[in-house]
């Protein structure tokens, strides 16, 4: 597989996953990595970035266990696992690391979504499974609808839409939007260890 071009093998879409396990990869804590801490990820991700994202954002859909893409099994992690890129969703292959350090250097709008994934991944990797669906199904009840987990999606750490993440040592003060499938701006700032989500007012 030494032959393969990054910028014209892979899509855009895959290389932002191949970004998101290069950075899972990283991690001290890779192993609280959940299979379904990786998918809301790449859901919240696609919320937070519609127009670059668009098709990973449009290919979710109600299932038992929250939104779920088979795109992104079929199209995205199959096709790099063939290709010698990944093991699996949280475990990269030297050849991957290479390919996802190098499309860093050069790919600037990936660089944009690379700044939201750091911080996504931040604040998802502490969190229990039940707290991932209980903050998706506020956001987007939506994709509730056929969850065999709803009544599950219980937080004892979340107020409304405050979660409390004292033990991060994440920096205060990262802020970023996403948009819910209403269209209702949501605001989502980290300020000393708290996640505060809320709605964002409109501009005078």
Do not use: C, W
């Amino acid at each position: 597989m030494s032959n393969l071009n990054a910028e014209k093998d892979l899509t855009f879409e895959q290389k932002v996953v191949l970004d998101a396990i290069y950075r899972i990869d990283n991690l001290r804590a890779k192993r609280k990595m959940s299979k379904i801490k990786f998918e809301k990820l790449l859901f919240l991700l696609g919320k937070m970035h519609r127009s670059e994202l668009e098709e990973i954002n449009n290919t979710f859909e109600p299932y038992a266990m929250g939104p779920y893409s088979e795109y992104i099994e079929d199209d995205i992690l199959g096709p790099m696992k063939d290709l010698g890129l990944i093991r699996d969703y949280k475990e990269i292959t030297p050849q991957g690391r290479e390919i996802a350090e190098q499309i860093l250097q050069h790919d600037e709008a990936l660089k944009k979504i690379d700044e939201s994934l750091k911080i996504l991944i931040n604040t998802l990797l502490p969190l229990k499974d039940n707290d991932i669906f209980y903050l998706v199904y506020n956001l987007y009840p939506d994709y509730a609808e056929r969850s065999q987990v709803r009544d599950m999606a219980k937080s004892e750490i979340f107020e409304t839409f405050r979660i409390d993440l004292k033990k991060m040592n994440e920096k205060s003060g990262n802020i970023f939007e996403i948009t819910s499938d209403k269209g209702n701006k949501l605001k989502v700032k980290i300020e000393n260890g708290i996640i505060e989500i809320n709605e964002k007012e409109e501009d005078q």
